[in-house]
């Protein structure tokens, strides 16, 4: 069931995680203390809106990487419902979909309560004193990405490297809902 994210206020400091990645490292907040922003997203492989927004978070990370702006991919979703969203599937999707940053599991679904993430892909970018800069989509179409007119997460990452004030139209992201485990 496709879902929206909720609106989080700007300037909200992003909150620290201690996260294992598919690279066999550790992550944590501090891990990107010298990049001037931060793009979380909550993601992960079996969601449609999740897949289609890969691409573009690798292109958008080649882009973004020479100016200082540092991503990481979050995947909170149970395993158990969704055994393709599963650590060891992540580590094959490395390869798969040239995916260029850190891609963390979110085990115990601690870390996407904490930013009040629902769905899947949801983007948080956060300026050089992590406060958030930007909360929304990726762009106007995800199904057919010909047709896309408005690239906002490009648009943001663009504003935040020259300076520029966070971006006042924020349209939420737009994904599966998050695979939250029976409490």
Not at 39 to 61: D, E, G, R, S
Not at 107 to 119: L, P, S
Request: proline share 5%.
């Amino acid at each position: 069931m496709a879902i929206e994210s909720t609106t989080i206020n700007l300037g909200t400091k992003a909150e620290d995680f201690d996260l294992p990645a598919t690279d066999g490292k550790i992550y944590s907040l501090n891990s990107f203390k010298d990049s001037k922003g931060l793009v979380i997203a909550f993601t992960c492989n079996h969601c449609p809106y999740a897949q289609a927004a890969w691409p573009i978070l690798t292109k958008l990370a080649d882009e973004f990487i020479d100016k200082g702006i540092s991503f990481v991919g979050i995947n909170p979703n149970d395993e158990n419902l969704y055994p393709e969203d599963s650590f060891e599937v992540m580590k094959e999707k490395i390869d798969e979909w040239g995916i260029n940053f850190p891609y963390l599991r979110d085990e115990e679904q601690e870390v996407a309560r904490k930013y009040g993430a629902v769905c899947t892909p949801e983007i948080f970018v956060y300026d050089q004193d992590r406060k958030l800069y930007y909360h929304g989509r990726v762009n106007d179409n995800w199904k057919e990405p010909e047709k896309v007119t408005k690239e906002d997460l490009k648009d943001a990452l663009n504003s935040l490297f020259q300076g520029k004030s966070a971006p006042t139209d924020q349209n939420p992201s737009m994904g599966c809902s998050i695979k939250w485990k029976d409490s």
